[in-house]
């Protein structure tokens, strides 16, 4: 069993700034790619920072300059920086990794359960 644990989010004002982070845990044997996505109200989830096994790093045009993401390989963790936060970053942040469990031998998209980011102008 593999869950991924967000947290991070809150309510800030325009200008302001978040760390999410993000952890996997359970029975890992690896893990490749980790991701960030979004879903705003009435919206398709869309990638914000995605990272492979070793780099590097893509974001989404909307983010870029403001938003960094980081991983702890060590502790199995993504993090996500956010600077200069505006309302239309306003969503809910899930976290995505794929992953390789013992039993499985094969690797699987695991979701977090999400974390509402709301900023206010």
């Known amino acids: 069993q593999v869950q991924l644990v967000e947290s991070g989010g809150g309510m800030v004002q325009a200008g302001e700034s978040l760390r999410l982070s993000c952890t996997a845990s359970?029975?890992?044997?690896?893990?490749?790619?980790m991701a960030w996505y979004r879903q705003a109200p009435e919206k398709q989830r869309e990638l914000v920072a995605f990272?492979?096994?070793?780099?590097?790093?893509d974001y989404a045009d909307s983010v870029k300059g403001r938003f960094t993401l980081d991983r702890d390989n060590a502790k199995n963790t993504v993090y996500l920086q956010m600077n200069s936060l505006k309302p239309e970053d306003t969503a809910v942040y899930y976290c995505?990794?794929?992953?390789?469990?013992?039993?499985?031998?094969?690797?699987?998209?695991?979701w977090g359960q999400g974390t509402q980011v709301t900023v206010s102008s």
């Open positions: 995505n990794a794929v992953i390789r469990t013992y039993s499985s031998g094969r690797n699987v998209d695991y």
């Open positions: 359970g029975s890992i044997f690896s893990v490749s790619a």
């Open positions: 990272i492979g096994s070793s780099g590097p790093i």
